[in-house]
């Protein structure tokens, strides 16, 4: 069973409750901050780990098909409104600005993941993809897949500010970039 000593690494970012919420931890073997990956029922498949010293930033549990999960699911439950992200971070970074969030592994969205969204039954969902290359083209292919299965989507867009992620973002910061895309969302 996987347990989480929350590190100070993740307490820089997110609030303890967000930490503790989704299990933000430490790899006192690797020295690494890490997070549990975990199935659609929410058992834990393996261990994330952040690397700090260059190269891929996460590493994933060898063998675990991140396309066909979505991390947070085990905590989303069927509502009105879900916010769709790219990786942990950004979920725990939705939370601590008061919105349940759900995030593919990188930034893209597969066929399986829309599937898991789509039976989640939100009638509204705020893509708030990065704003790199990679998240803005696959915040766009998102939207265009989950329209396919029934699912009414807007993008949070936060051009011109210098944050490429949620997760970057001061928490109020987060929440009136969330708000403004629910508000535009309205006017559609």
């Known amino acids: ?12 970012r997110f609030s ?33 780990r ?3 010293d260059g190269g891929p930033k996460y590493r994933y549990p060898v063998g675990v098909e991140t396309s066909r999960l979505l991390f947070g699911l085990h905590r ?11 990786g942990a971070p950004n979920v725990a970074a939705a939370y601590d600005a008061g919105y349940t969030a759900v995030g593919s592994y990188g930034s893209r969205l597969y066929p399986a993941q829309a599937e898991l969204i789509a039976g989640l039954s939100p009638s ?22 989950l329209c396919s299965y029934g699912v009414w989507t807007v993008r ?28 535009l969302s309205a006017l559609s």
Not at 1 to 12: E, S
Not at 17 to 40: H, L, S
Not at 76 to 86: G, T
Not at 162 to 181: F, G, H, Q, S
């Open 1 to 12: 069973m996987y347990k989480a000593t929350v590190a100070d690494y993740w307490l820089t």
């Open 156 to 183: 949070a867009r936060w051009d011109g500010e210098d944050y490429n992620d949620l997760a970057d973002m001061p928490p109020v910061k987060r929440e009136r970039i969330l708000k403004k895309a629910l508000a």
């Open 124 to 145: 509204r969902v705020v893509i708030a993809y990065d704003e790199d290359r990679a998240g803005r083209d696959g915040g766009a292919a998102a939207q265009d897949l």
């Open 50 to 52: 952040r690397s700090m």
């Open 76 to 86: 989303a439950e069927p509502r009105d409104l879900l916010v769709i992200v790219e």
């Open 16 to 48: 303890r409750e967000a930490c503790e919420t989704y299990e933000f931890g430490w790899d006192p073997i690797k020295e690494k901050p890490c997070y549990p990956v975990r199935d659609t029922t929410g058992g834990v498949l393996g261990v994330v």
